[in-house]
Structures are given as C-alpha cells and as structure tokens.
C-alpha cells in the first residue's frame, strides 16, 4: 500500500536547468510534506517542508508547490547543480507529536555538465 | 553538535541468526524512529520509541523489537535473520512535540547471507 507515489523514479538534467519531481498522497489527514535529498552511502537530509495551508515555499534554488485538492506537490530545483546530484525522496506525516514518515520510492537525479 | 550516529556502518549475518543495531540520537531529542531502506526503495518505518516505550510500530513482523534506554539511546534486534532483511537500516530523532521533524542517521548496511 504505497501511501505517497513519487514519480519519475529516474531524471537526468543540464546542469543549469530546472528539475522536477511530483508526489501525489492518498491520505488527506497528512498535513506535513517534506522532501528528503540523500547522497550515496549517506542517510536521508531534510531539504525543505511544506504544511497544506500553503500553496508554495522557496527556500534557495529549491521550490515545492502543493495543490490540497488535487493532492499533489512537486519539487523544483532551478539552476540545477551537479552537486545536485542525489535520490530525492518526497514524503508525508501528521505534524507534532509521535508521528513516523511515509516516504515515497524516490528519484534518482543526475544533472550533467 | 553531534547528529544521529548509528553502529556499525555494515554487517554481515547468516540466515536465522540475530542481530543488533545501535543509535544515539541528536543532542537534545528524546524520541528515536527505526527505518528499513531495501536496495532503490524508500525507508519504511519500523516503530518510534520515546520514555523507553514503544509509540508506533510499522508493518514488521515480531522478529524485530526495540529497546530505548534512559539516555534516549536505542536499539533494534532482529532476530531470525531471513535473505529479505538485508537493507539499510536507519535511525532518525526527533524532539518532543516535532516529532515529524526527523533527523537521519547514516544508517547500518545489513547483508543476510
């Protein structure tokens, strides 16, 4: 039962250009949206969050935009960055409290020079 | 300020055997989240241990139990060991209150032989 459906699983960007990634949630009781970037050998790092009161945050070259009533939310990377390069995984929660991540199967991004 | 730090970084087990898995959480957090990553999927929670007593369990079965101690250390024990618990396993903490705010360690690579 796969909760958060990320898609695509695989991106392959210019460096300079603008990558994108959706996630769609099936459970509107969610109202915590974080996207997680992980390199390599690495855990999972928390990039930026979105609450569904808000239709977009930027924070930097990253942007999510949420839509509540078609229950998706996208990451935008502008200018991407080789550096950039990582499994970026989008996810949701219940603020507060004891609350556990569900995650979604994550992108694996490659921006070339 | 030190972050999560799990132990060890890889382990080997054979089928049936049993293993245990480590976890200091950030500086500060008392509740600690036990997640499993299989090869190009996304973490799966396993439960959530905060005062020492398990919040919120996952979909695993029984083989897998936790421990969390006064100092908000933890630990997961598998025991059992099948060919399909070999994964990345990972802590993350979170502080009282913000517990959708979770903070990763590097995790454990565990290969079932």
């Known amino acids: 039962q796969q909760q958060v459906k990320q898609s695509p699983q695989s991106l392959i960007v210019q460096k300079g250009g603008i990558s994108i990634i959706n996630c769609a949630y099936e459970?509107?009781?969610?109202?915590?949206f974080p996207w997680y970037q992980q390199f390599p050998g690495k855990g999972p790092a928390l990039l930026i969050a979105?609450?569904?009161?808000?239709s977009e945050k930027k924070e930097g070259r990253f942007t999510i935009s949420f839509n509540k009533s078609a229950k998706q939310f996208s990451l935008h990377i502008m200018d991407s960055q080789p550096g950039d390069s990582a499994t970026y995984f989008c996810?949701?929660?219940?603020?507060?409290?004891?609350?556990?991540?569900?995650f979604g199967i994550g992108t694996k991004l490659q921006v070339i020079p | 300020d030190a972050g999560v730090t799990q132990s060890p970084t890889h382990l080997i087990k054979t089928r049936g055997q049993q293993v245990t898995l480590r976890c200091s959480p950030k500086?500060?957090?008392?509740?600690v989240s036990w997640y499993q990553q299989a090869l190009g999927q996304g973490p799966q929670f396993i439960f959530q241990?905060?005062?020492?007593?398990?919040?919120q369990r996952g979909n695993f079965p029984d083989r897998f139990s936790g421990h969390q101690f006064p100092n908000y250390s933890s630990e997961l024990n598998v025991n059992a060991l099948l060919l399909g618990d070999s994964a990345l396993y990972l802590c993350?903490?979170?502080?009282?209150?913000?517990?959708?705010?979770?903070?990763f360690g590097a995790g454990t690579r565990l290969s079932v032989l």
């Open positions: 500086s500060g957090h008392d509740t």
């Open positions: 993350a903490s979170s502080l009282t209150g913000l517990g959708h705010i979770q903070y």
């Open positions: 979105i609450r569904p009161d808000v």
């Open positions: 241990y905060y005062e020492e007593e398990e919040r």
């Open positions: 459970n509107t009781a969610f109202d915590y």
């Open positions: 996810a949701a929660s219940w603020a507060g409290g004891y609350q556990k991540v569900t």
